[in-house]
């Protein structure tokens, strides 16, 4: 398989980074086959990272610029047009992934499950048992709780029946079942009635503010 060299050997390390191709020929990023590496002409030493195998790169929607291939949240420059095409597609779309659906269904669930403090789901037995320890004691990460703490604290609101918002994140590094994902890898919310719809059909998406494209789990 022909690969190509994108970075230059340090006479004193001897260490190169050899990107592999994808099967059209395109380099990509060696932990993200779905991002494109192209050189940077007006930038020495950069490259420029777009999900389009289009060549040269249309730097208005390339996914941004970094300094070090495999790219880290330091080496990054993020392209807020980018951004805000992602957050626009996520608005539209969001609604119709099975997860996020499951995730609206799970939330109003009556079933066995509840929403804690937090937003994360919890047994009917837990909350009764988080009940006799008195008023304020929740079962996430609320006032009182003992789930996983301020992050929880930004999960979904309501449930049961009442309705209120679910998380849509990054699948690079999944929570564990009942938590809430990294504020870095949550794009944003969506808010969900009392019957587990889509508020207005499409949930009234609302970025997070706090989605980072590249963290120390990648892209």
């Given at each position: 398989m022909a690969?190509?060299?994108l970075c230059r050997a340090h006479k004193s390390s001897r260490r190169i980074w050899i990107a592999p191709r994808s099967a059209r020929g395109f380099t990509t990023l060696p932990n993200n086959p779905n991002i494109y590496v192209?050189?940077?002409?007006n930038s020495l030493n950069r490259h420029?990272?777009?999900?389009l195998p289009t060549?040269?790169?249309k730097s208005e929607l390339a996914v941004g610029s970094t300094s070090?291939?495999?790219p880290t949240?330091?080496?990054l420059t993020e392209n807020p047009r980018f951004l805000s095409i992602l957050h626009a597609v996520i608005g539209i779309h969001a609604h119709e992934d099975p997860d996020v659906q499951s995730q609206a269904q799970a939330m109003v669930s009556t079933g066995g499950s509840n929403l804690g403090s937090g937003g994360a789901l919890f047994s009917q037995q837990r909350q009764r048992r988080n009940a006799r320890k008195g008023p304020g004691y929740g079962g996430?990460?609320?006032?009182g709780g003992d789930g996983a703490g301020a992050a929880s604290a930004q999960g979904g609101m309501g449930g049961a029946g009442r309705g209120g918002h679910i998380h849509v994140y990054d699948q690079r590094h999944p929570p564990d079942f009942g938590r809430i994902p990294d504020p870095e890898d949550i794009f944003g919310s969506l808010e969900v009635d009392g019957s587990g719809n889509f508020v207005d059909g499409h949930g009234n998406y609302?970025?997070?503010g706090t989605y980072r494209t590249c963290t120390r789990d990648g892209m």
């Open positions: 690969v190509r060299t192209f050189p940077d002409n420029i990272l777009s999900l060549q040269p790169p070090a291939i495999p949240a330091d080496s996430g990460g609320g006032a609302q970025t997070s």
